[in-house]
Each structure stands twice: as C-alpha cells, then as structure tokens.
C-alpha cells in the first residue's frame, strides 16, 4: 500500500470560519476608515530588544511592512518617562487603530515567540477592541496573531503567553488575513492628508497641565 500523502502544513492556527470572520471585521475597519483620518499604530516590545543597537533597524523594517502614512508610535515616543505606563496604557489604546509585538524567540531559529505580562496585556487590550494585532518576525514578517497558536504559560499572578507562527508560513505569499489586517491599517486619503507626526499629545498624551 502506498503512503498516505503528508497533509499539506498549517498557514493557519485559526480555524476557517474564524478566518472568514477575521477578515470580515478587518474589511469592515476598512469601509468605515474617514478619508483623511490617521491611523496610529503601537510597537510594543520589550527592554532587552528595545534597548538594543539595532533597535531604530527594527523599528525601520516594521514601518516598511506596514501601510504608508500611519503614525507609528512606540514606548519611547507615547511614553515619555514612563513612570505611569500601567495607569496610561488603557487610556492610550483607545486612540490606536493596531498593534504590532516585537517579542524574543523561545529558541534561535524557532516559530515560537515568549509574550511578557506587558505584552499579553497590551494584546489582549488591543484584540478585545477589535483591532488588528500583528506579530512582527525578522524570519516571518508580520502575523496576524489570530493565526498563531496561543499557548498561556507561567503562574496565576504572571501569566504570559507563547505565540507559535504556523508551520508553512511564507512572508512572500502574505495570506488573506494579512491582507486583509493591513487593508484596517491603510490610511484613506483626503483633500489634504498631511504626514504622520507625533505632536505633543501624542508624545505625552496624559501629562497633566495646572492653570
């Protein structure tokens, strides 16, 4: 008897209807977009890669994958000092359209990437809004994170989570849930679209200004 043939590697975690249904919501983000609105979008990632040489190279390369024309905002310019990210952080993703997650490999070379607390909980912020939210790979390019395969780790007062890119995964052939997730990033353009800028509220939203 011949072998059975291998079935063909996951592109996808998410079942197909969730699929159906991710895309759908992303296109609807989409058709509602105002012409000449901005779209912000939050690079999260952690001290160890954040603090690195190459940082501004990261943050270069995300920005190219991403819809020309949004603002992209991270730690450094959202949070100025940073005393009060805990208190910030829910107040300041209501104002963003995505987010994207630079996180560390479980293993060089591996499709798993390790979620801290602060990433888990800026996920999970930005998923419950209906917002797109990506994983961002060197090796892979952005991953939608719907189609990752979440696996929650570590005890009930730290809770983290690893994110596996699925097996077959192609930066190359971006599939319809990528497309569809940058097609909600895409700014729609106006009359007078003037280019992303990070204005005072936008580096420190939440200062606070005594008359």
């Excluded at 996920?123 to 419950?128: E, G, Q």
């Excluded at 917002?131 to 009930?156: E, H, M, Q, S, W």
């Excluded at 989570?161 to 849930?177: F, H, I, N, Q």
């Amino acid at each position: 008897m011949p072998a059975a043939p291998a079935a063909a590697p996951p592109k996808s975690y998410a079942p197909p209807a969730r699929q159906r249904g991710y895309i759908t919501a992303m296109r609807r983000i989409a058709a509602s977009r105002e012409p000449g609105a901005p779209v912000r979008v939050y690079l999260g990632a952690p001290p160890l890669i954040a603090e690195r040489d190459n940082w501004d190279d990261r943050v270069k390369a995300v920005r190219t994958r991403l819809p020309r024309g949004i603002d992209l905002l991270t730690y450094g310019t959202a949070f100025a000092g940073g005393e009060d990210y805990a208190e910030r952080w829910e107040k300041f993703a209501q104002g963003l359209d995505g987010l994207v997650l630079i996180a560390p490999q479980k293993k060089p070379g591996g499709k798993v990437y390790r979620l801290g607390p602060t990433a888990r909980d800026e996920l999970r912020t930005v998923v419950a809004a209906g917002k797109p939210v990506l994983l961002f790979a060197r090796t892979y390019g952005l991953v939608p994170v719907v189609d990752c395969l979440p696996n929650r780790v570590g005890p009930p007062h730290r809770p983290r989570t690893k994110l596996a890119v699925p097996e077959g995964w192609d930066a190359k052939t971006p599939p319809p849930t990528l497309e569809a997730a940058l097609a909600a990033l895409r700014p729609k353009a106006g009359d007078a679209v003037e280019p992303p800028t990070h204005p005072a509220h936008l580096l420190n939203p939440f200062a606070v200004t005594t008359s």
